[in-house]
């Protein structure tokens, strides 16, 4: 039987082969440990080792995870330091050395308030919580806001200070409570729940300032999130500063990131508002008075196609017509008239140029037979002895024939 060929991985190869088993095979970590060999090169990575009393995990922290973990701004990193590093697995191929990819690390003392944090917001998101389609938008124009919050510190003259100048139109309740440490959280959710009581409210405040994890651990105790949760009355969680989140501003209705901007959100500003109402009765007036102009137009025309209608104007309308025509008749006959007599002088003209008067007025006479009162136009038509008349211009001639002389060809 021939022997079955294997595939002869380099050095290189087989790191590469295991690298990507490690980091696609295996889920992202949580390790608590002590660090050791610590060191932070020019590069800005932190380089170190997580150990217990018998292993020990080589770990790269590279310096954009560093500056989102904290690193030089509240949180330095030392040996013998117990901390909480969250990261992933892999394999540092050129030496093929086991080691994490660190992404966050904070220290132990909150990592374990931090696990409870984490493992209280998971359960509460499964049960929907946390869920968008619950959250419901905040009264445009609150008249009455109820505070949960110390009366002491700088959240609430934060808050007061921000409705004053924004909405001094609001009203404003205190609810005051612990904000942290023992009992805090009974008395966040007995004052959520008397606020819901009270009816009073129309928007819910709850927070307070910044502070450490577990500074703001009332705010993420399960009693006050099902609290605000079962609320009836929107509520604002500011709790903390801007790159704080407790499971309250995952529960509420909005989370603001600081007391002020709760107070910002929450709120309307009055100055924008009259701005708004200004600007909204400047173009009321501007459609009034167009629509004024408008109206007053449409009111002269249907007066001036009233008067048209009325039987008074009609009447005079109408005889206006008649005189029109009248006159209109009257140049017509005259014209007719005119061209008539023109005409008739004309042919008058003519009669009298083609008329024997006119040639009699020349000194011709015209010849005829009193016999027959025919014309005499030819020789032919007398005889030696007969009688003619001969009509002249100023009367005639009675004549009698004494010869016929026929003309010479």
Not at 14 to 32: W, Y
Not at 233 to 252: L, M, N, Q, R, W
Not at 317 to 328: C, I, K, M
Not at 354 to 366: D, E, H, N, T
Request: proline fraction near 5%; include cysteine; charged fraction near 25%.
């Amino acid at each position: 039987m021939a022997a079955t060929a294997e595939h002869v991985y380099t050095p290189t190869e087989l790191n590469r082969e295991v690298r990507l088993h490690l980091e696609a095979g295996f889920p992202r970590v949580v390790v608590e440990a002590e660090i050791s060999n610590l060191s932070r090169p020019a590069s800005g990575h932190f380089y170190f080792s997580l150990k217990d009393d018998q292993a020990q995990v080589r770990c790269a922290l590279f310096r954009s995870a560093a500056l989102k973990s904290g690193l030089g701004a509240g949180l330095r990193l030392e040996n013998g330091m117990k901390v909480l590093a969250r990261g992933r697995v892999s394999l540092y191929e050129p030496r093929g050395d086991f080691q994490m990819i660190v992404d966050s690390v904070q220290e132990a003392g909150e990592g374990e308030l931090q696990r409870q944090f984490e493992a209280l917001k998971q359960k509460l998101q499964d049960e929907g919580l946390f869920d968008p389609a619950r959250k419901r938008p905040l009264p445009p124009y609150p008249l009455r806001i109820g505070l949960v919050t110390s009366p002491r510190g700088a959240a609430v003259r934060d808050i007061l200070q921000v409705l004053q100048r924004r909405w001094p139109l609001a009203r404003v309740r205190l609810y005051p409570v612990l904000v942290q440490g023992d009992g805090a959280a009974r008395e966040i959710r007995r004052a959520l729940e008397a606020a819901n009581r009270h009816g009073w409210s129309q928007l819910l405040i709850v927070g307070r300032g910044g502070g450490s994890l577990e500074d703001l651990m009332a705010f993420n105790d399960e009693s006050v999130a099902r609290a605000v949760h079962a609320s009836a009355v929107p509520v604002v969680s500011a709790v903390g500063h801007e790159t704080d989140f407790s499971i309250a501003d995952f529960v509420a209705d909005l989370r603001a990131p600081t007391p002020s901007a709760a107070a910002e959100l929450a709120t309307p500003d009055q100055a924008a508002l009259r701005e708004t109402f200004e600007r909204g009765g400047r173009q009321l007036q501007r459609r009034i008075r167009d629509r004024l102009q408008r109206d007053s137009q449409r009111l002269d025309h249907l007066g001036h196609r009233l008067h048209q209608r009325h039987p008074a104007s009609r009447l005079a309308e109408q005889r206006r017509r008649l005189q029109t025509l009248d006159a209109a008749a009257r140049r017509a006959v005259r014209r007719s008239l005119e061209a008539r007599l023109q005409r008739l002088g004309d042919l008058a003209r003519t009669l009298h140029a083609v008329s024997p008067l006119a040639v009699i007025g020349r000194g011709y006479a015209v010849l005829t037979s009193p016999a027959t009162g025919t014309v005499v136009s030819s020789v032919q038509q007398a005889d030696a002895g007969d009688r003619i008349t001969a009509r002249l211009q100023d009367g005639r001639l009675d004549c009698r024939v004494e010869a016929v002389v026929p003309a010479e060809p």
